[in-house]
């Protein structure tokens, strides 16, 4: 109980430090990125778009993802939710021009953030780098809104995060990789194996 108290008090002191904090220009672009983000809208927008492109990795990367998202997002707002029940942020003192709507849901663990870490994640095991390192910043900055614009704690946005990155991950078993089949289908064609299949026959 004493652990759970003082990871209690450094959250609220965290939230305060960036409740406090004055970022010219994101009062505006945080909050419409975070509302782009809800019910994974802008996630579908972004798998979209890869799955225009015609190139394979891409495709793969937006299935992925969205396969992510599918693992993460019911986790989160029908299990975690439900059973931590942690409420919101007080938003006494709060900065005006960030005061939003503070959705109804309970705080822990956040869907956003959840959502937004599965789909960087997944994107990041199919899609090159100079794709990947975009969508995880854009997934970072709606994780990073949702404490500035007061509807989450950080550790909120923290166990969120982690529990879409163990989703992004989870899709391996679900749904291996390129790059681990290709590995599998190697390993089989290896002599040792051929030696071993040959005796088994």
């Not at 579908?44 to 394979?56: D, E, I, K, N, T």
């Not at 990947?132 to 997934?139: E, G, K, N, Q, S």
Request: proline share 7%; hydrophobic share 50%; with cysteine.
């Amino acid at each position: 109980m004493r652990l759970r108290s003082r990871l209690g008090a450094l959250d609220r002191r965290v939230f305060a430090a960036v409740a406090d904090a004055r970022l010219p220009g994101l009062e505006r672009l945080l909050p419409a990125l975070w509302r782009a983000a809800d019910h994974s809208l802008l996630w579908a927008g972004v798998a979209g778009g890869c799955a225009l492109s015609g190139r394979a990795p891409l495709r793969r990367a937006a299935t992925r993802g969205l396969l992510a998202i599918g693992v993460a997002s019911p986790t989160v707002n029908l299990v975690c939710k439900r059973f931590f029940g942690r409420s919101r942020p007080s938003l006494e003192g709060f900065p005006l021009a960030r005061l939003i709507r503070v959705p109804a849901s309970t705080s822990f663990p956040s869907g956003h953030s959840a959502s937004a870490a599965a789909f960087a994640t997944a994107v990041a095991m199919e899609a090159p780098l100079p794709v990947a390192a975009p969508v995880t910043l854009l997934a970072a900055a709606v994780c990073f809104s949702r404490v500035y614009t007061g509807v989450h704690y950080p550790g909120d946005v923290f166990a969120g995060a982690g529990v879409g990155v163990a989703a992004g991950v989870l899709t391996r078993r679900l749904w291996p990789a390129v790059r681990l089949l290709r590995a599998a289908r190697i390993r089989g064609m290896a002599p040792g194996n051929a030696v071993n299949e040959a005796e088994d026959d």
